[in-house]
């Protein structure tokens, strides 16, 4: 696959990508446990069986994850190629979008461990792969970050915001998904299978609005520390691109949202539209990064073909 | 005079939707007049009538089907075209699975027993239900308690109150510190609620039209009693609502729900209508964060239990079986026995007069001579008859018990009223004889 493609430079580099590729594999097995679980019937008599495909699906994450880290721990040491990149002098094609599956994937641990959300793992799980697979196959060559911008703090804080604000939205985009799809059976009055894995229309609501709340925290550091980074390498404190003006969109509706729930009461249906319109504005953020033109953003050299 | 029939007319939930069945419904009130003109039907000889969230049914023993038409009259212009007419086996066939459970809404839960058992005391007391129905019904109970022990149907979220209380933990998550609110004195929205309670929900209001009701209730189900008129207020607090009173309109309406939800902030309620007609009006459902169950709705959740207890209903349904083959067996058993009688009463009566007739001719015969030929005569038809005495005591009457009587002209007489087993021997081709009054010819 990829080590196959892309030419290595050394020892320490190999390492480093064989953890991803391990760690890619534990995601594809943890997202095979997973759906496996959520499409097979649902068996009074063998719940032991059920259980065993979850706790699979949950070890396999904690195993993807742990690695994935590390790899981009190992990366970090031997100067910043390849997939981790903060601190460093470059960064490959794909690396946020492996620090997002990496932030997703730990940030649903701790959602699972708190409300356990084993349905949420069939979302999440798959997602990942999905986002990991091409991060690591599409060939791209390395971008060398502006001098002024090399150990930016505010470079790094945005980066990590950033990553951090998509994981606590995505999972939030998740649990909104199904927080509809079961609203709509229980509404619908015709349960289906997915009706009998979903836990209760509450827990759903209250674990996507803290995550709501916690992703628009992040997005609100990620907007101003892109800002100051923006200055630091172009001047421009809010350069006028698609990127800028989807994320601002995103975090006005997040923002209109905390206050119609805090102010107004506002729940359920409701919530998780705005939530789902949220995330999808964030995508358009992502999105921009494409249709950026490399010296308009620091961040379009962060993603495959960027810049 | 016709063979007697056993009639079934009714409809259930898997005929027609609660729409139907609540314009059906036979309140307590109004049963015993129901009654009455069900046992005024010329051909009727006995009836009883079944009235349930989920079922209008009337058993009734005619004289003939076309009795069928009248008692569909009396389903009522609304229910009548999809009203269910069975008869004879399948009628019997009908009345041991209702009395098991294996055609509730929920299969398996324990209280259709016990409203058929009450529907037939009721019937009884007001002299439509005689012999015929006592002994059916004890079987019928007979075959429903070995169900309930000897099979697994009844474990589990069988009951509608645990499939409505399983709802509520769907929408509402942890119960503890929700309120619930009890409006009227149904049976079963008690059960709810006290489950409801025993799931650690904090609060359980109880609000009934008279105010004593309410307080009595509220000593039996651990609840407070409240004001039925501060309904609007009460529905500000209530997360769960069970309602179940016997008024003939709404009593939540779409506009109290409205102020409501506004009220509490939008924070979800979950409404569990189990009265007929119904007290929630459907368009509330409609309102966001507000989920209402009616009684189909929770048969669509009790259909997925259905499902999972498969092997079991089977079981269920092999019972039925034994035990209604075993109630036809006991009837061929005493359909035999008059048909022997009369049998034997017929070839010595047949006999005896022959014997007389002869010894008129022979008037130089001694006493000891005219003895001798009357035991003769009386050894030739012990003798005759031994065979056939013993095959039809083997067969336990049945076709054979059939034959003989009609063979020797034994139809009449005090021990042929079919009226005691009219589904003794069904007629071949009318077992199956369940037809929707609109396939009906």
Same mark, same amino acid.
């Given at each position: 696959?990829l ?8 020892q320490?580099?190999a390492?480093?990508?064989?953890l ?6 534990a ?13 097979r ?12 495909l979850v706790?699979?699906?949950r070890a ?6 742990v690695?994935h @880290?590390?790899s981009?721990?190992?990366a ?9 990149g903060?601190?460093?002098d470059?960064w ?41 697979v091409p991060a690591?196959?599409?060939?791209t060559g390395a ?16 980066v990590?915001a ?10 939030a ?12 059976q229980?509404?619908n009055?015709h349960?289906?299978? @997915?009706f009998?894995r979903?836990?209760? @229309? ?7 609005w ?14 101003a ?15 006028l ?6 994320a601002?969109l995103a ?5 209109a ?13 409701r919530?998780?539209?705005l939530?789902v ?18 010296q ?12 | 005079?016709a ?5 079934c007319v009714?409809?259930?939930h898997?005929?027609?939707p ?26 009727v ?6 009235s349930t969230?989920?079922r209008?049914?009337i058993f ?14 009396e ?5 009548a ?5 069975r ?7 009908h ?7 294996l ?7 324990a ?8 529907a037939?005391e009721t019937?009884?007391?007001h002299g ?5 129905f006592?002994r ?8 429903a308690k070995r ?36 409006v009227g004195a149904?049976?079963?929205a008690?059960l ?6 025993q799931?650690s929900?904090?609060?359980?209001l109880?609000?009934n ?11 039996e189900?651990?609840?407070v009693a409240?004001?039925l008129?501060e309904?609007?207020?009460?529905l500000?607090?209530?997360d ?6 016997g ?16 009220a509490?902030?939008?924070?979800p309620?979950?409404?569990?209508d ?7 009006e ?13 009684m189909?709705d929770?048969e ?5 239990n ?17 035990e ?7 009837d ?23 014997v007389e007739?002869?010894l008129?001719q ?11 030929v009357?035991?003769?005569?009386s ?20 076709p ?8 020797f002209g034994?139809?009449?007489g ?20 369940v037809?929707p009054i609109?396939?009906?010819?």
């Amino acid at each position: 696959m990829l080590a196959a493609r892309r030419p290595l430079c050394n020892q320490s580099e190999a390492m480093t990508t064989a953890l991803v590729h391990i760690a890619l594999s534990a995601y594809v097995a943890a997202a095979v446990f997973f759906l496996v679980w959520l499409v097979r019937p649902q068996r009074p008599a063998a719940p032991d069986a059920t259980s065993r495909l979850v706790s699979a699906g949950r070890a396999m994450l904690l195993v993807g994850v742990v690695l994935h @880290l590390a790899s981009f721990a190992a990366a970090r040491a031997q100067g910043g190629i390849a997939t981790a990149g903060l601190g460093g002098d470059e960064w490959r094609g794909g690396q946020l979008f492996s620090l997002l599956a990496a932030v997703t994937v730990a940030g649903y641990l701790i959602l699972d461990f708190r409300y356990k959300l084993p349905v949420a793992g069939a979302f999440v799980a798959p997602f990942t792969v999905a986002v990991m697979v091409p991060a690591h196959l599409v060939q791209t060559g390395a971008r060398q970050f502006a001098p002024s911008l090399t150990h930016s703090a505010a470079l790094a804080l945005h980066v990590g915001a950033a990553a951090l604000g998509s994981a606590a939205l995505g999972l939030a985009f998740a649990l909104s998904l199904l927080y509809l799809l079961g609203e709509k059976q229980i509404k619908n009055k015709h349960p289906g299978r @997915l009706f009998s894995r979903l836990p209760s @229309l509450d827990l759903i609501d209250r674990a996507g609005w803290r995550l709501s709340v916690w992703g628009f925290a992040f997005l609100s550091i990620a907007i101003a520390t892109g800002s100051l980074v923006s200055k630091e390498s172009t001047g421009a404190s809010f350069p006028l691109q698609p990127k800028e003006g989807f994320a601002v969109l995103a975090w006005a509706l997040l923002a209109a949202l905390i206050q119609a729930r805090l102010v107004a009461g506002w729940r359920g249906r409701r919530v998780a539209l705005l939530v789902v319109a949220g995330f999808l504005l964030l995508v358009g953020t992502y999105a921009g990064l494409f249709a950026a033109p490399p010296q308009a953003s620091t961040l379009s050299m962060l993603v495959p073909g960027g810049g | 005079m016709a063979s007697p029939v056993l009639l079934c007319v009714g409809l259930s939930h898997r005929e027609v939707p609660i729409a139907v069945r609540e314009q059906v419904a036979v309140s307590a009130d109004d049963l015993p007049e129901k009654l009455r003109r069900l046992k005024a039907i010329p051909g009727v000889r006995e009836a009883f009538l079944v009235s349930t969230c989920n079922r209008l049914e009337i058993f009734s023993v005619a004289d003939s089907r076309t009795v069928a038409d009248d008692l569909l009259r009396e389903v009522g212009p609304a229910g009548a075209p999809h009203a269910v007419v069975r008869s004879d086996d399948d009628a019997l066939t009908h009345l041991f699975r209702v009395a098991a459970s294996l055609d509730s809404m929920v299969v398996g839960e324990a209280q259709i027993l016990g409203q058929i058992k009450d529907a037939h005391e009721t019937a009884k007391l007001h002299g439509a239900a005689g012999a015929y129905f006592a002994r059916l019904m004890a079987k019928a109970q007979s075959a429903a308690k070995r169900v309930r022990t000897e099979t697994q149907i009844a474990r589990g979220a069988v009951s509608v109150a645990s499939v409505a209380v399983q709802l509520a933990r769907k929408v509402l998550g942890n119960l503890a510190g929700r309120t619930v609110l009890l409006v009227g004195a149904g049976e079963m929205a008690q059960l709810a609620a006290r489950e409801l309670h025993q799931s650690s929900a904090s609060e359980l209001l109880v609000a009934n039209r008279s105010s004593a009701r309410a307080e009595e209730i509220a000593r039996e189900v651990a609840g407070v009693a409240v004001n039925l008129a501060e309904l609007p207020a009460l529905l500000e607090r209530a997360d769960v609502v069970l309602c179940s009173t016997g008024a003939r309109e709404p009593v939540v309406t779409h506009e109290m729900m409205v102020r409501a939800l506004k009220a509490r902030r939008y924070r979800p309620a979950f409404l569990i209508d189990l009265a007929l007609p119904r007290n929630v009006e459907p368009s509330v459902n409609e309102l966001e964060n507000v989920y209402v169950y009616d009684m189909d709705d929770l048969e669509r959740v009790a259909a997925g239990n259905r499902e999972l207890r498969e092997q079991e209903v089977a079981r269920a349904e092999e019972i039925v079986r034994e035990e209604l083959a075993a109630l036809r067996k006991a009837d061929r058993e005493r359909s035999a026995v008059p048909v022997l009688a009369r049998l034997r009463e017929h070839a010595h009566g047949v006999a005896k007069s022959e014997v007389e007739r002869t010894l008129a001719q022979l008037a130089a015969l001694d006493e000891k001579q005219k003895k001798a030929v009357q035991a003769m005569a009386s050894a030739i038809v012990n003798k005759l008859l031994h065979g056939p005495t013993s095959r039809l005591r083997e067969e336990q009457g049945g076709p054979l018990a059939e034959a003989a009587a009609e063979l020797f002209g034994l139809a009449e007489g005090p021990g042929a009223d079919p009226v005691a087993n009219p589904v003794a021997n069904p007629p071949e081709g009318e077992a199956a004889d369940v037809l929707p009054i609109s396939g009906r010819k």
